[in-house]
């Protein structure tokens, strides 16, 4: 039987062990999707609810727009790993960890379906509604370990979302032939990608030089906010885009 949980959002409870104080004083400003990138969805409850996986997730949105809470959101689940956004290094300790059932890239990555992401819209706006989280502090886990993630991936309606006023979004620029970086080049106008990226919340290195850091980066950039081509190579619509996204961001 569904009841009213935490999120005041219809749920079951399935409670599982994987969870721990959260730090005295750290505010929840950060919410995460993921995709459970598993071949079923009771293969990824079970591993959110096992001890010797170390892993969970505050909440789980199934296929058919069902939702399990796993972790009281007053607790630190375990969802983002080692990660970091805006000179932060641990997420798990101010952020709400939302799994969104899909086998991913491994397992047969396809569409997520209108009404699971209408459930995770409802989800992730009461959430950020609560907890005063702000648009642009709703991320994928993509954004936060570009060097090991890449859910929840360039299929996610980041745009759908958007509609619904969750997240911090723009109309990604036109693809156009031009200007272009790539991973091995170096100077000033690396150093500009790099800067504008780190800006935005990335980790990157404000080096000059187009390392695997900053290919990462990009990559994850483009996951979320330029789906259309994700290849890790500065083009003039990532380029646009990127600032775009910066001159929308209020003054804080």
Same mark, same amino acid.
């Given at each position: 039987?569904? @009841?009213?949980?935490?999120?005041?959002?219809?749920?079951?409870?399935?409670?599982?062990?994987?969870?721990?104080?959260?730090?005295?004083?750290? #505010?929840?400003?950060?919410?995460?999707?993921? %995709?459970?990138?598993?071949?079923?969805?009771?293969?990824?409850?079970?591993?959110?609810?096992?001890?010797?996986?170390? @892993?969970?997730?505050?909440?789980?949105?199934?296929?058919?727009?069902?939702?399990?809470?796993?972790? #009281?959101?007053?607790?630190?689940? =375990?969802?983002?790993?080692?990660?970091? =956004?805006?000179?932060?290094?641990?997420?798990?300790?101010?952020?709400?960890?939302?799994?969104?059932?899909?086998?991913?890239?491994?397992? &047969? %990555?396809?569409?997520?379906?209108? @009404?699971?992401?209408?459930?995770?819209?409802?989800?992730?706006?009461?959430?950020?509604?609560?907890?005063?989280?702000?648009? =642009?502090?709703?991320?994928?886990?993509?954004?936060?370990?570009?060097?090991?993630?890449?859910? #929840?991936?360039?299929?996610?309606?980041?745009?759908?979302?958007?509609?619904? &006023?969750?997240?911090? %979004? @723009?109309?990604?620029?036109?693809?156009?032939?031009?200007?272009?970086?790539?991973?091995?080049?170096?100077?000033?106008?690396?150093?500009?990608?790099?800067?504008?990226?780190?800006?935005?919340?990335?980790?990157?290195?404000?080096?000059?030089?187009?390392?695997?850091?900053?290919?990462?980066?990009?990559?994850?950039?483009?996951?979320?906010?330029?789906?259309?081509?994700?290849?890790?190579?500065?083009?003039?619509?990532?380029?646009?885009?990127?600032?775009?996204?910066?001159?929308?961001? #209020?003054?804080?």
């Amino acid at each position: 039987m569904s @009841v009213t949980t935490d999120t005041g959002v219809k749920a079951r409870v399935h409670p599982s062990p994987n969870h721990g104080e959260r730090p005295e004083g750290v #505010p929840i400003d950060t919410v995460v999707l993921h %995709y459970t990138g598993m071949q079923d969805a009771e293969s990824a409850l079970r591993r959110l609810c096992d001890p010797r996986a170390e @892993v969970s997730a505050h909440y789980l949105v199934y296929e058919d727009g069902s939702i399990l809470q796993c972790v #009281p959101e007053a607790r630190r689940a =375990w969802h983002a790993g080692k990660s970091f =956004w805006k000179g932060e290094t641990d997420l798990n300790s101010r952020s709400i960890g939302i799994e969104i059932v899909n086998p991913g890239h491994e397992f &047969g %990555y396809r569409p997520f379906p209108a @009404v699971q992401i209408n459930a995770v819209c409802e989800l992730t706006a009461d959430i950020c509604k609560r907890h005063g989280i702000q648009p =642009w502090r709703v991320l994928a886990h993509s954004d936060v370990a570009p060097d090991r993630k890449e859910d #929840p991936g360039e299929l996610f309606p980041w745009d759908v979302l958007a509609g619904r &006023g969750i997240g911090h %979004y @723009v109309a990604p620029a036109a693809m156009t032939s031009g200007l272009f970086m790539q991973e091995g080049e170096e100077g000033q106008p690396v150093e500009a990608i790099q800067s504008m990226l780190a800006i935005y919340g990335y980790d990157v290195p404000i080096s000059g030089v187009f390392d695997r850091r900053t290919r990462d980066a990009v990559t994850a950039f483009q996951r979320h906010f330029r789906q259309e081509k994700v290849d890790g190579v500065v083009d003039r619509s990532t380029l646009e885009t990127l600032h775009h996204l910066l001159s929308t961001l #209020p003054a804080l």
